[in-house]
């Protein structure tokens, strides 16, 4: 039985983003599990609410929605720890020195910790920026914010990064 053309042009226009809201809801969640869920509840909001969406960015309307749910359950509940986060994987050159990797892999790890250490609000600006490269654009439309509220939480979201780095790197004796 050949599909419906909304049901086709849902799977065009929405599928292809799953990767990335399957990485906001984790990042969000700190949980494998909630943000599969969560994920799995957005694409079906999204498919019975698809005649709404107005055609303009599938990935930021998908985001929006993976968002809200995220925010919801966390008012609920709160999520676990992560153990990983495939988004931010070690990538380094065949030649890369044993030493050189293990210091990489401490940075990895800081990284990922100091990113979970940030309230969800700034988390959530810092994902979709940095990892899932949303312009700010996209990010506001994404997450219901005023772009000049992106860029201001984008700010602070970096700045605590920082700091948090620069505290983590003294605790390691770099």
Request: glycine content about 6%; proline content about 5%; hydrophobic content about 40%.
């Amino acid at each position: 039985m050949p599909q419906s053309k909304p049901t086709a042009e849902f799977e065009r226009v929405i599928l292809p983003h799953l990767n990335s809201a399957y990485n906001l809801a984790r990042w969000l969640l700190k949980s494998e599990q909630d943000a599969q869920d969560v994920v799995h509840d957005a694409f079906l909001r999204a498919h019975r609410y698809f005649a709404s969406f107005d055609g303009t960015d599938g990935r930021a309307w998908l985001l929006g929605i993976v968002r809200n749910a995220c925010f919801s359950l966390l008012k609920t509940a709160k999520g676990q720890p992560i153990a990983a986060n495939e988004e931010l994987d070690l990538q380094t050159s065949p030649d890369t020195g044993p030493e050189r990797k293990l210091i990489l892999e401490e940075d990895l790890q800081a990284l990922r910790s100091c990113i979970e250490a940030l309230p969800p609000e700034y988390r959530e600006v810092i994902v979709l920026r940095e990892l899932e490269e949303l312009s700010y654009k996209d990010i506001s439309a994404a997450a219901a914010l005023a772009i000049g509220t992106v860029m201001s939480r984008l700010n602070r979201a970096r700045i605590r990064l920082e700091s948090c780095l620069k505290g983590k790197g003294k605790e390691g004796g770099r």
